[in-house]
């Protein structure tokens, strides 16, 4: 019988468990998982072995090359790759790859961002094998690629990558939660780890059509373009049929995950036009970040082959929705525990209710660095815009958990609202048992079930910072709860005191309403909630007293790595306005003004023969027009004027803050001075003069 293709290609790619059992001496084997399970430094003739082991797998599946693949500052994964080849004085070659390679490489740093720790450290930049996550192959023109995850470090040791922190953040929480557990009588917890699920959404646009527009080329997104006569308005996209053309790209893209191990679940329309929605089952925080990262790059590969391209900007048009990313986390132990569940009758389960108090105490005091993390350029699009959560750190608990915590508040806690049956009044349908909590689409960090669902990430960012920064805010509140309660004398009555003080104190970040009401923004502004409108503006918490001490305290960064990180949040703000800046001067100086003079002057060149050929003939359609082009034309080119001016001045602002809050005040608005008129003249002017397609081209067809 012909087996499914999910079980035919799944982790065909991936150098995985079954694999190494297969492989591996038993005895090393065995070592190697004791390696993993305890963290503990690796033995390095086992390295050796594992190294031989993983060779002869990818020589196996063709593999010519390794790399050591990282994910430096620039929020996308790097590689260099070298052959398995190795100096040998036969004649015929000697294909080797050692314990010492696979453990450590040592690409240059100097030319990722490092944020100033290059200027203070060393060049010199070394790549560490993760044996977290596993190894995996890559085929493409290049041939068959095998990649090994590693963290990326600089000479001294800093951190020059997303995965370092991340790592460092996993070993913080366990510890902590480890601590906690004990407390409650669970000695056999070892080890505590983070489950993230995070779902990607993207937009997919004809690849001909994309190769049109500049703007999309460069910056990712439309940086002009007047809205289509159909938007998203009739909501005849969301959970959708989907059309042949994404369904195909869909299957292959499923393929080619499953085949990198990832586990592609869940795929459907989202509300924009063009826009669609990929979901994983959730795994370890490490790992979910790796595969979030080949998500990324495997969507864009297999889009092309489809002709269509793939844009995970986070606005890549203006009008409709733009794209984010759901993280979905929780914290579960080795003994399978998922410390977020609330069970049956969360009332009455005190440990959920100490994590949950945990959680809430951690974001109501680090929503400015919640808030950075999940930002970029993009996302300053979306957030506070219609769409996407607003740019306020709320949290949504839902009626039964929101219900207990008042009766916590109130001082007695007897009872948990229970999900009733639905009945929807046919006889024929089933009988639904309801959850007992609604959903809020609204906010920005919601109670799912058994998981937060952190939902202000941008569609592109890699999701190591959200997650480092999410575990590292919890791991310090639970440090913080395990010192308290494991000096008291009656842990029973402490730790009831400890939830019941919590969430007293913060029950400010509680919000079940309606995210995007004008109302709310004014009771968070009289809770005293921060509403941060911009990434730059979020910037400086990164580097506040209060983190560094939060972060040095549970060794995820140190001061200088969090200042260095800093500074590039400022270099990548400030270069991708520029270049936005730069492709709309190109686009506005070589494509739309050139053909709207070529309009007018067809209009003027109509008047003129017309009223040669007829004098009394009515030209006024033509004269209107071409007032009202030529009028739009001048302001065009004065605003065009403006923003090259403006460019300009950027060089006389220092680098960092200085000039990141010039771009932000300064050269954003100077760019949609220019948009305004060009989007006004697309709707006038003949469009067999269009020099781009249109939103509607990309938008509808597909
Ligand atoms: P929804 O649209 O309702 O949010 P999806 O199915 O699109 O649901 O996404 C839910 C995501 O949450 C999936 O990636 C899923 O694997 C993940 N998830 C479920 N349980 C957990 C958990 N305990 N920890 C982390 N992620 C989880
Ligand atoms: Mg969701």
New binding site residues.
């Given amino acids: 019988m012909e087996t499914n293709v999910i079980e035919q290609v799944f982790g065909k790619d991936v150098f995985n468990d079954e694999v190494m059992q297969q492989k591996l001496p038993k005895d090393v084997y065995k070592s190697w998982k004791k390696t993993l399970e305890s963290g503990e430094d690796l033995d390095p003739d086992i390295a050796n072995v594992v190294a031989h082991a993983m060779k002869e797998w990818a020589l196996e599946h063709g593999a010519t090359h390794y790399t050591h693949w990282f994910q430096p500052m620039t929020g996308v994964t790097a590689e260099k790759h070298d052959s398995f080849l190795s100096p040998a004085t036969k004649s015929t070659p000697v294909l080797e790859f050692s314990g010492k390679e696979l453990i450590k490489g040592e690409p240059d740093a100097s030319s990722f961002p490092s944020g100033g720790l290059r200027a203070t450290f060393e060049a010199r930049g070394y790549t560490a094998w993760d044996c977290t996550s596993p190894a995996f192959l890559r085929e493409d023109a290049a041939g068959v690629t095998l990649c090994i995850p590693t963290a990326f470090c600089s000479y001294t040791g800093e951190a020059l990558d997303k995965k370092t922190p991340l790592l460092r953040s996993m070993e913080a929480i366990s510890k902590q939660a480890v601590r906690i557990m004990k407390l409650f009588g669970y000695n056999d917890v070892k080890k505590v780890s983070c489950?993230?699920?995070?779902?990607q959404e993207y937009f997919l646009v004809d690849r001909d059509k994309y190769l049109q527009r500049k703007d999309l080329i460069f910056s990712g997104r439309t940086l002009f373009g007047a809205p289509a006569p159909k938007g998203q308005e009739l909501d005849d996209h969301y959970f959708g049929s989907i059309k042949e053309r994404v369904a195909s790209f869909m299957k292959d893209l499923n393929e080619e995950l499953w085949k990198l191990g990832i586990l592609s679940?869940?795929q459907h329309n989202e509300v924009a036009p063009a826009q669609h929605?990929m979901?994983?089952?959730?795994s370890t925080a490490n790992i979910a970040t790796d595969h979030n990262q080949l998500v990324m790059e495997v969507m864009k590969k297999v889009a092309k082959r489809h002709n269509l391209e793939c844009l995970l900007h986070e606005k890549p048009f203006a009008g409709v929705n733009g794209s984010g990313k759901?993280n979905?986390?929780?914290i579960?132990t080795d003994t399978g525990i998922?410390l977020?569940d609330p069970g049956k009758k969360p009332h009455e389960n005190t440990k959920f209710l100490l994590f949950l108090a945990a959680v809430i105490k951690a974001v109501d005091e680090n929503a400015e660095l919640l808030r950075l993390s999940a930002s970029n350029p993009g996302n300053d699009h979306r957030l506070g815009a219609n769409e996407a959560p607003p740019a306020i750190i709320s949290i949504f608990l839902g009626e039964q958990l929101e219900d207990i915590i008042e009766q916590i508040i109130r001082g007695n806690v007897s009872s948990s609202i229970d999900g009733s049956q639905l009945d929807t009044g046919v006889h024929v349908l089933p009988v639904l048992k309801k959850d007992a909590t609604d959903?809020n689409r609204t906010s920005p960090f919601a109670f799912?079930g058994?998981?937060f669902?952190f939902r202000m990430l941008g569609s592109s960012l890699s999701i190591a910072g959200p997650n480092f920064t999410l575990n590292t805010i919890v791991a310090d509140v639970l440090q913080e709860f395990a010192d308290e309660l494991e000096a008291a004398s009656d842990f029973d009555s402490a730790v009831k005191d400890l939830i019941k003080r919590t969430v007293t104190e913060h029950q400010k970040i509680i919000f079940n309403g309606n995210g995007y009401s004008d109302e709310w923004i004014a009771e968070a502004e009289k809770r005293g909630l921060p509403n941060i409108r911009t990434m730059v503006e979020a910037i400086p918490y990164l580097v506040s007293d209060k983190t560094v001490t939060l972060f040095e305290r549970q060794n995820v960064l140190t001061k200088a790595e969090l200042e260095s990180r800093a500074e590039i949040n400022y270099e990548i703000y400030s270069k991708t306005i520029n270049i936005e800046a730069k492709t709309m001067i190109d686009m506005a100086g070589k494509q739309y003004i050139p053909a709207v003079i070529r309009y007018v002057t067809s209009l003027a060149d109509s008047i003129n023969s017309i009223t040669t050929a007829c004098p009394n003939a009515d030209t006024s359609v033509q004269n209107e027009l071409l007032e009202k082009c030529s009028s739009l034309l001048a302001e065009t080119q004065k605003a065009l004027a403006n923003l090259e001016k403006v460019t300009d001045e950027v060089t006389e602002k220092e680098e960092g803050k200085e000039e990141a809050l010039f771009f932000k005040d300064v050269v954003f608005p100077a760019m949609n001075a220019l948009r305004a008129p060009i989007d006004e003249l697309e709707m006038i002017v003949d469009q067999a003069f269009w020099p781009v397609p249109t939103y509607g081209d990309l938008l509808f067809e597909v």
Avoid at 195 to 199: D, K, L, Q, R
Avoid at 279 to 282: E, G, Y
């Fill in positions: 489950s993230v699920g995070p779902e679940k869940t929605e979901a994983p089952i959730f759901h979905n986390w929780s579960v998922n977020l959903r799912t058994n998981k669902e």
